[in-house]
C-alpha cells in the first residue's frame, strides 16, 4: 500500500476525500489527516509518505509553503497535489517549480481523483523498478571489483571504486559464509533449490549487517559446488555494537538461523591492513574451508588460531608421515593402509591439539608440494578443492584410519592422473557437452565420471587451457546465448533464463548484469 498524507483545514473536505473513493482497492491507504500545513511539515519531517493531497489556503502553513520546504530541505520527495478553489497561474507555476504532479480544483471529482491516482501508481512503478534495477547494477558492479581483489587480479581502478563504495577500516578480514548441515546432501538437492537458499542466506546477512549490508558479496567461490556468501569484515563492524568479533559473527549465525532455518559455518581469513590486500585474506579463508575436514567440528574457524602453535611442545612424526608420502606418490595401496595406521597409531599416543593439528599440516604441505612438482602451474586451491572433497566424510580424523587410508588411496589416484596427459580428446568433448546440453545442470563431477577423469584434475586442465573455471566458461556461453534470444526472439526474460539454464530468475539478472553491465531490458532495447 502506498501511504497518503491529506492536508486541508477544512474538515469536511477532509472528510469528503476520505470517503469520495476506495482508497484501498486503488492500493493506497491514507496514514495521517492534517488541518494545517504546520501539522503535516512536523510530521513529514519524521514520517515518510508517497503521496501529499494538500490544500493550497491553510493557517500557519499554505500548501505551496509545505512543498517548498520539504523539496528545499530534502525532508520529502513524495507525489505532491496542490487542491485549489483559485485558478491563478502564478500558483501554479510555483507549485510546477517544486515538482508539484497535479493541480486539482475543488471540489475534487471522484474520476479524476482515481485517474491521478492510477497515474502515480504507473510512475511509483516505473520508479521503483528503474532504482532496483539501478541498485541491482551497482551491487553487480561493486561485487565486480570486489572479486578482482579477492582473486589478486586487480588494477588501481578497481582499489579506487572499492575505496569509495565501502566504509573500510586499517584491520580486514575475508570471511567465507558456507551452508551446512542439510538434512539432504546437496547431489539430492536441484541448482534451483541451492540457489534459493543460498539467497536466503544472502539476504538474511544484508539484514543483520544493515548499515554494512554492501559489504557481503554473493556467490563467491569459483567452485561449481559451493553456494557460498563472502563478507568483507572491517574490526568496527563488532565494536560499534560494543562486540567481540566472535560474538559478532555468532550472533550472525543465530541470526541467519532464525531467518532461513539453515545453519551455517564460517571462516574467518587472516587479518589485512588495506584492501589491496584482501587476496592473501581470502586465500587463507579457502584454505581453512578446505582442510575443515581435518578439524574438529566448529561453528566458526578462525586462521589465526588454526595456525598457532606452541612449537617447544609439538613432536612432528617426520618419518611415518614422509613413509605415508612415499606411498601416496608410488600408487602402492599395500603400502599406503599399513602407513597410515601406524601413522594413527603413534598419532594417538599424544592428544594435544597442538601437535595433531602440526602433524596433519605437515602432512597437507607434503600433498600439496607432490602435485605442484607434477604440473608448476597447478592452482594450489584446486588441489586443496580436491582434498577438502575427498576428506569430507567423516574426516581422516574425526572418523578411524579407513577413512583416511581411503583418502590416500584416492589421493595417489589423482596423482597418477597428473601424469598422464588426458586433457586434449577430453577438453573437446567437454566443450561439445557445454554446446549441446547448456541449459542442464552440468557439474564437473558428472562430466569426470562420464569421461572417467578425475573431477578435481578435470577443473585444472579446464582452467589451465582456457583461463577460467568450468563455472565460469559455462555461465559464459549461457548468457552469450540469453544476449541471442534477447536479440532474435520476443520470449519474456524468465523464459529465456530457464531456456540457457537458470531456474532462479534473481541469479540470471545478476550474472547478466554482471557480465554486460546492464539489465536484460535494457541490452534487448539497445541491441534490436
Not at 273 to 295: H, P, W
Not at 326 to 343: L, M, N, T, Y
Not at 460 to 474: E, P, R
Amino acid at each position: 500500500m502506498r501511504r497518503v498524507l491529506l492536508a486541508d483545514d477544512e474538515p469536511f473536505i477532509l472528510q469528503g476525500l476520505k470517503a469520495v473513493i476506495d482508497w484501498n482497492a486503488e492500493g493506497f491507504e491514507i496514514v495521517r489527516s492534517c488541518s494545517n500545513g504546520q501539522e503535516a511539515y512536523e510530521y513529514l519531517k519524521e514520517n515518510s509518505v508517497d503521496v501529499i493531497l494538500a490544500d493550497i489556503k491553510m493557517p500557519m502553513m499554505t500548501g505551496i509553503e509545505l512543498l517548498r520546504r520539504i523539496r528545499e530541505e530534502k525532508i520529502s520527495d513524495a507525489f505532491f497535489i496542490i487542491l485549489t478553489g483559485f485558478k491563478d497561474f502564478s500558483y501554479i507555476q510555483t507549485a510546477l517549480r517544486y515538482d508539484c504532479m497535479e493541480y486539482m480544483l475543488k471540489p475534487v471529482e471522484k474520476a479524476e481523483l482515481v485517474g491521478v491516482l492510477r497515474k502515480i501508481a504507473k510512475v511509483s512503478d516505473e520508479r521503483d523498478e528503474a532504482e532496483e534495477s539501478r541498485q541491482s547494477m551497482e551491487q553487480a558492479y561493486l561485487a565486480r571489483n570486489l572479486m578482482s581483489l579477492l582473486f589478486g587480479k586487480y588494477d588501481e581502478a578497481n582499489v579506487s571504486y572499492v575505496r569509495n563504495h565501502l566504509h573500510l577500516s586499517d584491520e580486514i578480514r575475508y570471511v567465507d559464509i558456507e551452508m551446512s548441515d542439510f538434512a539432504e546432501t546437496m547431489e539430492e538437492l536441484e541448482e534451483g533449490e541451492m540457489r534459493g537458499r543460498q539467497r536466503k542466506v544472502f539476504a538474511a546477512a544484508r539484514d543483520y549487517l544493515r548499515d554494512e549490508k554492501e559489504h557481503c558479496i554473493f556467490d563467491v567461490s569459483h567452485d561449481e559446488k559451493s553456494y557460498d556468501i563472502g563478507l568483507i569484515y572491517c574490526d568496527y563492524f563488532a565494536a560499534k555494537r560494543n562486540m567481540s568479533i566472535s560474538d559478532f559473527l555468532e550472533n550472525m549465525r543465530e541470526h541467519i538461523k532464525n531467518e532461513t532455518g539453515y545453519n551455517t559455518t564460517v571462516f574467518v581469513g587472516k587479518s589485512v591492513a588495506r584492501i589491496d590486500g584482501v587476496s592473501k585474506s581470502y586465500s587463507t579463508a579457502c584454505m581453512l574451508k578446505s582442510l575443515e575436514a581435518f578439524r574438529s567440528r566448529k561453528n566458526i574457524y578462525y586462521y589465526d588460531d588454526e595456525t598457532s602453535y606452541d612449537t617447544n611442545s609439538v613432536v612432528i612424526l617426520k618419518d611415518m608421515i614422509d613413509a605415508l608420502i612415499k606411498a601416496i606418490g608410488d600408487d602402492d595401496a599395500s603400502e599406503i593402509r599399513p602407513a597410515v595406521d601406524g601413522f594413527f597409531a603413534q598419532l594417538g599416543k599424544n592428544t594435544a591439539p597442538e601437535t595433531i593439528r602440526l602433524n596433519i599440516n605437515y602432512f597437507l604441505f607434503q600433498l600439496i608440494h607432490m602435485a605442484s612438482e607434477l604440473d608448476a602451474d597447478l592452482n594450489q586451491e584446486e588441489i586443496l578443492r580436491f582434498i577438502a572433497e575427498h576428506s569430507s566424510e567423516e574426516g581422516m580424523l574425526r572418523g578411524s584410519s579407513v577413512h583416511m587410508a581411503s583418502f590416500c588411496c584416492d589421493y595417489a589416484n589423482y596423482l597418477s592422473q597428473l601424469r598422464k596427459n588426458v586433457s586434449g580428446g577430453v577438453l573437446l568433448e567437454i566443450e561439445k557437452e557445454v554446446r549441446e546440453n547448456y541449459a542442464e545442470n552440468l557439474t564437473l563431477r558428472d562430466l569426470g565420471k562420464k569421461y572417467f577423469i578425475n573431477s578435481s584434475y578435470l577443473g585444472q586442465i579446464f582452467q589451465k587451457k582456457y583461463g577460467q573455471s568450468f563455472k565460469d566458461y559455462l555461465t559464459s556461453y549461457r548468457i552469450g546465448r540469453a544476449e541471442q534470444l534477447l536479440t532474435t526472439t520476443d520470449l519474456r526474460i524468465a523464459e529465456i533464463a530457464e531456456k540457457v539454464g537458470y531456474k532462479d530468475n534473481d541469479y540470471f539478472l545478476r550474472k547478466f548484469i554482471e557480465a554486460n553491465g546492464c539489465t536484460p531490458s535494457k541490452y534487448r532495447k539497445s541491441n534490436i
